[in-house]
């Protein structure tokens, strides 16, 4: 890490991913690439290997790929191993990761030399925000995709929260397998619906309080991005009845459906520009403006909670932008809170622009085919 990056951060809330070796990851046959601890470019046409590189460094803070395929399908093709191995300086220590997969076997995922038993464990403990084209699901897409942000935010900084999603969601999947097999004893159903009660209190108190948190950092964001002229709102509006209520009145339907209908795996996060759906109508530039702010409030919230400064990635976030919208984005992203960065896009002047406007040191590459060359290091 240079001295100067020393000097102007608070080193003991600064999280750097100094080096990433990858073997058969996708379409990376091999890469051994060493970081600027503030800014990294990948420069290349689509499907060239740049988001491949991200996913990488995404998969060793959430143990999955951010794509949500499954990891059998994140070997090379035509191999049978797979390694990622990260070198990071947190809270002033080293650090490794390494997760090696072997086709048919279960994946291992070490932290300084010791396997996780749990990888649940894990998650939270490098912090990370992405900001992708996949982002427009958040809005678009079913209020799955809402949720699983929701969940997967706030546990990184709420390892009960963790907990009680993952019992929530095994008694979820014993109610809907009872459910299907058309048993139809109440005292087993009162049983089980008992302890998901529990968990369902909790996840929903939690995710209301962390949008009302949100909230104003969101649109603060989105102001400064967007200007003053357009409002916008999130909004988590739980069912008012209490879940063993809901749940109770629910079973008859459940049964003839034959899954469960109620309940915190239902519930949706509601998004809006000027009070009005936001999936229904805004622009493309809204969209991503909203999205972006989004993703920065996140940043700002998992900075707050971990006291350290999460990894931010910037996927081709700059199309479907406007000139003005891409130039207040980069001066945010050039703010001394934020972190280590990485960033893809096809077009040079993007990161000629944001290197110049950060500063300091940096570095930059041409991906082409799962290969990685050094077209700038710049120690500032």
């Known amino acids: 890490m240079s001295r100067r990056y020393k000097k102007s951060c608070n080193f003991a809330l600064v999280m750097v991913l100094n080096e990433l070796s990858i073997l058969n990851f996708k379409n990376i046959a091999g890469a051994r690439l060493r970081f600027s601890p503030r800014i990294n470019g990948l420069l290349g046409l689509n499907g ?10 995404y998969y060793l803070s959430f143990c999955r790929s951010f794509s949500g395929v499954p990891d059998a399908m994140l070997l ?12 990071y300086t947190r809270r002033d220590a080293d650090e490794e990761l390494l997760v090696g997969m072997t086709s048919g076997r279960r994946k291992s995922f070490k932290r300084r030399g010791k396997e996780y038993q749990k ?11 992405l900001i992708s084209p996949r982002d427009s699901d958040l809005i678009t897409g079913h209020s799955e995709e809402r949720r699983r942000w929701m969940d997967q935010v706030i546990s990184q900084s709420d ?17 809907n397998r009872m459910l299907r097999d058309h048993i139809v004893d109440a005292v087993l159903y009162e049983s089980l619906e008992a302890g998901m009660a529990v968990s369902a209190a909790y996840i929903t108190e939690v995710r209301r309080r962390w949008v009302d948190r949100l909230q104003p950092i969101f649109t603060s964001y989105y ?3 967007a200007g003053d002229q357009e409002s916008v709102a999130l909004r988590y509006n739980p069912p008012v009845d209490d879940f063993l209520r809901q749940i109770d009145s629910a079973r008859r339907r459940d049964e003839i459906v034959g899954h469960t209908t109620v309940g915190p795996h239902r519930d949706d996060l509601e998004m809006e520009v000027a009070g009005l759906p936001l999936r229904r109508v805004a622009s493309q530039g809204q969209c991503k403006t909203f999205t972006v702010a989004l993703r920065l409030a996140q940043y700002d919230f998992l900075h707050d909670a971990a006291q350290m400064k999460p990894l931010l990635l910037l996927d081709d976030i700059f199309d479907k932008l406007d000139a003005t919208r891409v130039e207040r984005i980069m001066e945010l992203a050039s703010r001394d809170h934020i972190g280590q960065i990485f960033v893809t896009d096809t077009n040079r002047d993007h990161l000629d622009q944001i290197m110049r406007r950060m500063g300091g040191d940096y570095r930059l590459w041409s991906v082409e085919g799962g290969v990685f060359t050094p077209i700038h290091d710049e120690e500032g």
């Open 48 to 57: 060239m290997g740049k988001s491949n590189l991200l996913d990488a460094i």
């Open 159 to 175: 390892a009960r929260y963790l907990d009680h999603l993952i019992r929530y969601n095994r008694g979820l999947e014993q109610r």
């Open 76 to 87: 090379r093709r035509g191999e049978e191993q797979m390694m990622l191995r990260g070198n």
């Open 119 to 129: 990888l649940s464990a894990h998650i939270g403990s490098f912090p990370l925000v």
């Open 223 to 225: 102001h400064a991005v």
